[in-house]
């Protein structure tokens, strides 16, 4: 047998388990999507979200990327998102990072990893510099790459507040509240970090006022 094989094998195991214990289980499922969660998480394969929170498909609209960045020229991030806070009307985004995340450990070193992946790390060495007074703060190697992990979850939550998608549902619907959290790999706990509710203040530079 494949490998893949494996994958399609015990996909038909799982879809007539989940209909033995609920008949109507896909059949419901098709016909109306109602998550309350959008979850922006990293590609890494040891966090996914449904897993990690004990939630069945229907509950999370999920977004994935390298080091799970919320950055503003991605057409891709920006569609789920408009998607999710406009059209799905979800009441809460969270964005999950985790800890020893090889894309921010990646951002850490100076070495060249080709363009595109240069590219998308960039914005990862941002985050390192406006925080770079705290992290050099920090002796222990492995300790400033966890505070990194955090700081980069706290800033990419800061660039869901500074869109328009956000901001015109915060002023009319007061929703969706902001998450930070940070998942460890050695003890599967999620951790909050950062928060922010619907209306937060943020930098009137970034406030858009004709919403
Ligand atoms: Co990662």
């Not at 090889?102 to 992946?117: E, I, R, S, W, Y």
């Amino acid at each position: 047998m494949k490998i893949y094989e494996k994958l399609l094998l015990e996909n038909k195991a799982w879809a007539s388990e989940k209909v033995q214990d609920d008949p109507e289980y896909f059949l419901r499922l098709s016909k109306i999507q109602t998550p309350e969660f959008l979850w922006i998480g990293c590609s890494d394969s040891r966090v996914p979200a449904n897993e990690i929170t004990n939630t069945q498909p229907g509950e999370i609209f999920v977004h994935r990327n390298i080091a799970n960045m919320v950055i503003h020229t991605d057409v891709n991030l920006l569609s789920v998102l408009e998607y999710a806070v406009a059209h799905l009307k979800v009441k809460h985004v969270i964005v999950c990072g985790h800890y020893g995340c090889g894309g921010v450990k990646a951002a850490m070193t100076n070495h060249d990893f080709k363009q595109v992946l240069n590219m998308w790390l960039r914005n990862i060495k941002d985050v390192y510099r406006l925080h770079r007074d705290e992290l050099h703060q920090i002796d222990n190697e492995e300790a400033r790459f966890d505070r990194l992990v955090e700081l980069n979850v706290q800033e990419q939550v800061l660039h869901l507040a500074k869109t328009s998608i956000i901001q015109r549902a915060w002023k009319h619907d007061q929703r969706p509240h902001l998450h930070g959290w940070v998942y460890g790999l050695k003890d599967g706990l999620i951790k909050p970090v950062f928060e922010m509710s619907a209306n937060t203040n943020i930098d009137s530079l970034y406030e858009y006022d004709d919403l």
